[in-house]
């Protein structure tokens, strides 16, 4: 059994009732997984292993490409099958109301899992990019979501025209402001006496910047990832509708 106050224990202390735990052993434990989906679909069954490794406490299943590719960073499973949750601080477990909110992620991931083997497609908004590239991805949806700009961002994400895309060209290569600070704030904000605010007086143009610099750099990281995974020999698993190494 996993040592007293360890990250395993207290996970498995948070255990919801569609995991049943089968075998503990030292620093991991194998389950099973029912994961209920709807009236049609009574539940989605597969067999996890729950480990603490390097910190961290992380699952996979108990034979890696027995319900899903072995690896597959369109559907965020990493190396040697395990799954990826998010950032490191969003799936990290330390006390017991952490380790319930990683059995709520883990829940919601099996169940997009599910989707993705059904239909070839990630659910949308429900992950971030990849590798190195989803930190600027966190990034830029914390400056979208303060800037008001949240649904700008992901028609710019998706390359539909929004007002991202028109200010993306007059993002400096230094990514510390735009050009043209005389123009009309983008976030269409007015003076009392009606006219517009200017691009240099916006209440918002840090946040607005850190959007248009923090998507270029996920964009930059994205290809560079792409390229690391076909260096590394990694092939396309055939089970999604797009992926970068067919």
Not at 27 to 52: C, D, I, M, P, Q
Not at 79 to 102: H, I, K, M, N, T
Request: proline share 6%; glycine share 8%; with cysteine.
């Amino acid at each position: 059994m996993p040592t007293a106050d360890s990250l395993l224990e207290l996970a498995l202390a948070e255990a919801p009732a569609w995991f049943q735990v089968g075998a503990s052993f030292p620093n991991r434990a194998r389950g099973l997984a029912a994961v209920t989906l709807n009236a049609a679909v009574a539940s989605f069954v597969v067999e996890l292993e729950v480990a603490e490794l390097d910190g961290a406490v992380r699952a996979r299943e108990h034979v890696p490409g027995t319900v899903f590719p072995v690896r597959c960073f369109e559907r965020h499973i990493e190396a040697d099958g395990w799954f990826c949750l998010g950032l490191p601080e969003q799936a990290a477990v330390s006390d017991r109301p952490s380790a319930a909110g990683w059995w709520n992620r883990l829940e919601d991931y099996l169940r997009m899992q599910r989707t993705a083997a059904r239909t070839g497609l990630w659910p949308e908004q429900h992950a971030l990019s990849h590798g190195a590239a989803g930190l600027h991805h966190q990034r830029a949806l914390d400056h979208a979501g303060r800037a008001g700009l949240a649904d700008a961002y992901e028609a710019f994400m998706l390359g539909d025209p929004s007002l991202l895309a028109s200010l993306e060209p007059l993002l400096r290569r230094t990514g510390d402001r735009l050009r043209n600070g005389r123009c009309p704030c983008p976030c269409g904000r007015r003076r009392r006496d009606g006219h517009a605010v200017l691009r240099r007086n916006c209440p918002h143009r840090e946040d607005v910047v850190g959007v248009l610099r923090e998507e270029r750099l996920r964009k930059e990281k994205l290809v560079q990832f792409v390229a690391a995974a076909k260096l590394s020999g990694m092939t396309c698993c055939g089970t999604m509708q797009a992926c970068p190494l067919r």
